[in-house]
Antibody
Framework: EVQIVESGGGLAQPGGSLRLSCATSGFTFRAYEFNWVRQAPGKGLEWISYIGGSGGSIMYADSVRGRVTVSRDDATNSLYLDLNSLRPEDTAFYYC????????????????????WGKGITVTVSS | EIVLTQSPGTLSLSPGERVTLSCRASQSVTSSFLAWYQHKAGQTPRPLIYAASYRANGVPDRFSGSGSGTDFTLTISRLEPEDFAVYYCQYCSPSSPMTFGQGTRLEIK
C-alpha cells in the first residue's frame, strides 16, 4: 500500500524552527518528485516547496523562500522540510504530496500532478 | 507566476444537480499541467482531474474537466451527497511555482 506519513509538527515560538519529516512506503521513492503544501486556518491550499529526483531541482514559494529548506534521503525513503524563522502566519496544516508525471496517450504531451498525499501535520507558531 | 482565479467562491446546490466550476489563469497555460482536487474538511486532498480532462484513478465518471489556454472547468454531472467539498484547480508543473486557485466551496442547499 502506498503511504505517506508526516511527522515533526507541533508548537513553535515565533523565530523558532521545526523540522517536518515525511516517511513513505509502498513505492519506489527515488523515482518520484515531491511537494509540500500547506493550509492555514480558514484558508485554501498553498504550495510551498518542490524537490525533484535526487534533490537536483528545488523550488520554493515566495512566502517561504529563505526560511525553508526541503531535502530528501533516498536511502531511507524520507522527505524533510526545515522551517526556520517561523512566523505566526506559518501556522497551518502541512501536507507532503507525491507528484507523478508522464506522457499523455494521444498527443504525447507531458502531464504532471500530485497523486498521493499524506494525512498532514499541524504546525502552530505562537508565543 | 501564474495566478489562478476560481469562481464562484461558494455554490449552494442540491444533490442530483449539475454543476460547473470555473478556473481562469492569469496567462495562457499548458493544459497538461492543469489539475483539479477535491478537499473535504479533516481529510486529505484528493486528485480528481489531471491534464485538464483526464480523470485520476478511481474518480467516478460524473466528474469531467475541460478547457485550454486560460479557461478551465470542472463539471459534476449529477451531484452526490459525498461531492460537497472544496474544489481547487492547480497549475502543476515541475518547472514553475505550482499555484492553486483559491477554491470553490460546494455546499448543500
Amino acid at each position: 500500500e502506498v503511504q505517506i506519513v508526516e511527522s515533526g509538527g507541533g508548537l513553535a515560538q515565533p523565530g523558532g524552527s521545526l523540522r517536518l519529516s515525511c516517511a513513505t512506503s509502498g513505492f519506489t521513492f527515488r523515482a518520484y518528485e515531491f511537494n509540500w503544501v500547506r493550509q492555514a486556518p480558514g484558508k485554501g491550499l498553498e504550495w510551498i516547496s518542490y524537490i525533484g529526483g535526487s534533490g537536483g531541482s528545488i523550488m520554493y514559494a515566495d512566502s517561504v523562500r529563505g526560511r525553508v529548506t526541503v531535502s530528501r534521503d533516498d536511502a531511507t525513503n524520507s522527505l524533510y522540510l526545515d522551517l526556520n524563522s517561523l512566523r505566526p502566519e506559518d501556522t497551518a496544516f502541512y501536507y507532503c504530496a507525491r507528484a507523478t508525471g508522464g506522457r499523455l496517450p494521444f498527443n504525447y504531451h507531458n502531464y504532471y500532478y500530485m497523486d498521493v498525499w499524506g494525512k498532514g501535520i499541524t504546525v502552530t507558531v505562537s508565543s | 507566476e501564474i495566478v489562478l482565479t476560481q469562481s464562484p467562491g461558494t455554490l449552494s446546490l442540491s444533490p442530483g444537480e449539475r454543476v460547473t466550476l470555473s478556473c481562469r489563469a492569469s496567462q495562457s497555460v499548458t493544459s497538461s499541467f492543469l489539475a483539479w482536487y477535491q478537499h473535504k474538511a479533516g481529510q486529505t486532498p484528493r486528485p480528481l482531474i489531471y491534464a485538464a480532462s483526464y480523470r485520476a484513478n478511481g474518480v467516478p465518471d460524473r466528474f469531467s474537466g475541460s478547457g485550454s489556454g486560460t479557461d478551465f472547468t470542472l463539471t459534476i454531472s449529477r451531484l452526490e451527497p459525498e461531492d460537497f467539498a472544496v474544489y481547487y484547480c492547480q497549475y502543476c508543473s515541475p518547472s514553475s511555482p505550482m499555484t492553486f486557485g483559491q477554491g470553490t466551496r460546494l455546499e448543500i442547499k
